[in-house]
């Protein structure tokens, strides 16, 4: 029994607001992926924000093929490869034409922990999903996913919980441009996070 109601997919409406907002309002909510070997879920625990002014961001420079995504309608999925080697999942923000996302870098796993693990080929729960790469790996998520509307099945982003949850706010992991940015948010106390 999965801790969410699965018909409960946040709205387009969720997303096509302020980037921090979204950032600091998605820890709480459920990523949940219906693949063909099963149904994978996590609460979101970690995120960081991206705008389209911040030098770390992919759209600082303006559009090109790689980030075309974040430009475009807020609720979409942007998938790229980073160090030859990792996916990352973020989720697109803002109105069209603004190029700013959300990246998803923490979850703690809710359902279908045992096909996580095979993906990851890890037994310990709190290694499947924190972290990014660790995240789209366990979650079965994909290049193919890029672009994809997050606002239905098989990828998408149920109700949680938020109001009661504690936040913290600290910089970003893994930048060394706007690396003093207050723009990474995670559940206080959740050993699920990618690092403290």
Known sequence: MVPFKLSEILPRSFYARDTVTVAKELIGHYLV??????????MIVETEAYLQ????????????????????????????????????????????????????????????????????????ITELCSGPARLVEAMGITRAHNGYDLTREPLYICRGRHASLKLVTTTRIGVTEGRDLPLRFYLEGSPYVSRK
């Open 33 to 42: 992926h219906r693949s063909p070997e099963g149904l994978t879920a996590g």
């Open 53 to 124: 002014g911040d030098p770390a961001c992919h759209a600082a420079r303006g559009m090109t093929p790689r980030n075309r995504v974040m430009f475009g309608p807020p609720g979409h999925a942007y998938v790229y490869f980073i160090y030859g080697m990792h996916f990352c999942f973020n989720v697109v923000t803002r109105e069209e034409g603004v190029g700013e996302a959300v990246l998803i870098r923490a979850l703690e796993p809710v359902a279908g922990i045992e096909l996580m693990r095979r993906r990851r080929g890890r037994e310990k």
